[in-house]
């Protein structure tokens, strides 16, 4: 396992320094593809793909290109047909919440628990005592600006909220990797921002490795430090873009907008073709 | 205070308009309020039947075992053909079309292979209980939002914790509310089956009454059976809104 935080031990620090940093997420020759009564559609094809500790990527591509299927293949939720994926180093057989914490476009918070309560789900299943998980779970819900909606239903909180609650939920795992699927697609364009400033605090303190998937170019560039560009289906990666802007963006600056052009001009033939071919 | 007003003007207003109407008719087949009060009091005090408390003991207790049976068993196959993928889907409509056969055409057979005594009225009112459990269940786990399974999956839950953390409490309404479906009619198969055919029971006294145009009386004991109904059921509700607070 690697360390969580490595500043605080100072030998632990120095084994980092010393050790070239291996990536924690290896997706190497991936395909996935899915059968339906009357035809086989390749969804991913021949995908490789390295993340670095403390990295935040962002996989951007056309709906229906499969990036979902991607990031359900390296949360263990679904085994691919070919290739393998390596988490910290190891190959991944299933779904490992000291490893991997996931959140999706649906937050799917559990409507017969309190906000708390679903903050604490993982962390039951992990058999924490009731008091410290209670504390633990009250500690994130804090920061997201959810104090006094510990103990209301989900049915009770706005979209943005829920989805906090979900990443909260996440976030208790305490798991170095997160990988976010659309997380905030279901949202309105301001609380989208908002929450993409909001996520840039929450990863500023964590130091997680995230893998961040959207269609939004916007999203893309405020968040990233690398943005994966991938074809429509079958998905493939077609360009790699660094981000090396300074915190916070200025969206409207001359580099974003040369890189929104630069995304655009990637993005719209798959786009093009995705919408085409009737997805 | 309105609403309750309201409801004992009307049931006052029928009352009164029955004890009218059949105060005119042929006093054998129609009785007025006014003559099944008097044959209640007499029924109540064991005067009419002095074995009334037998035959409802003997009912109930055939409410009792059938519901266990209906529960036990429409549990059991709900969950058995329920969980594994797509096999609910096969056997649903086919559990749906025998429950849509009116139930009653199963009673004779039922009679021959079981007999006059209780057993063939547990049988009935397991056959009637059966169904709404058995497809409440398999309702209950089809309606579960696949998302919460994805997402207690990659919070590291298994096949069991899955189904206990997330298909029981998802569920929970759809099944309380097969459960009580499933009560109300094993009490009214247990009571057709006395009816139809028995010896003993609250439905064998009904039948007795009505068959000796004893008109008075048999209204009475439908009364008797109404309560006992309405008692279950009463049960049924507090249950099921204890239950509903504790799967929160």
């Not at chain 1, 289906?233 to 090396?244: D, H, L, Q, W, Y």
């Not at chain 2, 209980?129 to 058995?134: I, K, L, Q, R, T």
Request: overall charge positive.
């Amino acid at each position: 396992m690697r360390p969580q935080s490595p500043s605080q031990d100072p030998a632990v620090r120095g084994t980092i320094l010393v050790m070239p940093d291996l990536p924690d997420i290896e997706v190497l020759a991936l395909a996935k593809r899915w059968v339906t009564r009357d035809q086989t559609v390749p969804a991913l094809e021949g995908i490789s793909l390295t993340v670095a500790p403390r990295e935040f990527l962002t996989v951007l591509g056309p709906s229906g290109c499969g990036k979902s299927t991607l990031l359900s293949i390296i949360g263990g939720l679904i085994p691919p047909d070919a290739g393998e994926v390596r988490v910290t180093g190891r190959r991944s057989a299933g779904p490992d919440p000291r490893k991997v914490a996931m959140v999706f476009q649906d937050p799917g918070l559990f409507p017969w628990r309190t906000a708390l309560e679903n903050v604490e789900f993982g962390l039951e299943l992990q058999g924490v005592p009731a008091a410290r998980r209670r504390e633990i779970a009250r500690g994130l819900l804090e920061p997201v600006g959810l104090r006094g909606f510990e103990n209301r239903y989900p049915r009770e909180l706005s979209g943005g909220m829920k989805q906090r609650v979900a990443i909260a939920r996440a976030l208790a795992l305490d798991s170095p990797i997160l990988l976010m699927d659309e997380p905030f697609g279901a949202l309105d364009e301001q609380t989208r921002l908002l929450m993409g400033e909001w996520l840039l605090g929450i990863w500023a303190k964590t130091r997680k490795t995230v893998v961040f998937v959207t269609h939004s170019l916007q999203e893309a560039i405020m968040l990233s430090q690398r943005i994966v560009v991938m074809t429509s289906r079958p998905g493939r990666i077609k360009a790699s873009f660094e981000v090396a802007l300074p915190m916070p963006r200025d969206l409207n600056g001359p580099e974003a907008t040369a890189l929104r052009a630069a995304l655009w001009a990637e993005i719209r033939d798959e786009s093009l073709r995705a919408l085409e071919s009737g997805l | 205070m309105r609403v309750l007003g309201t409801r004992v003007g009307l049931l006052l207003l029928v009352l009164g308009a029955w004890e009218l109407w059949a105060g005119r008719q042929d006093p054998l087949l129609y009785i007025p309020p006014s003559k099944v009060l008097p044959a209640l009091v007499r029924v109540l005090r064991l005067e009419a039947y002095p074995t009334l408390p037998e035959h409802l003991w003997l009912t109930l207790v055939e409410v009792l075992v059938a519901y266990a049976l209906a529960v036990g068993v429409g549990l059991g196959l709900g969950f058995l053909l329920g969980l594994p993928r797509h096999v609910g889907e096969i056997y649903e409509p086919i559990l749906a079309g025998l429950y849509a056969i009116p139930s009653v055409v199963w009673y004779p057979s039922l009679m021959l292979f079981f007999g006059l005594g209780p057993a063939s009225k547990i049988a009935f009112g397991f056959l009637l209980g059966f169904f709404p459990v058995v497809l409440a269940v398999l309702t209950g786990i089809r309606s579960v939002d696949r998302q919460l399974l994805t997402v207690a999956r990659a919070l590291g839950a298994g096949r069991g914790t899955c189904f206990v953390k997330v298909i029981l409490p998802a569920m929970t309404g759809t099944l309380l509310a097969g459960l009580r479906a499933g009560l109300a009619l094993t009490v009214v198969g247990v009571i057709v089956g006395e009816i139809l055919g028995a010896r003993a029971g609250l439905g064998y006294l009904i039948n007795y009454a009505y068959g000796f145009l004893r008109t008075a009386e048999y209204a009475a004991l439908a009364m008797v059976a109404l309560t006992l109904v309405m008692a279950i059921d009463g049960v049924a509700a507090l249950a099921e809104g204890r239950a509903r607070r504790w799967a929160g």
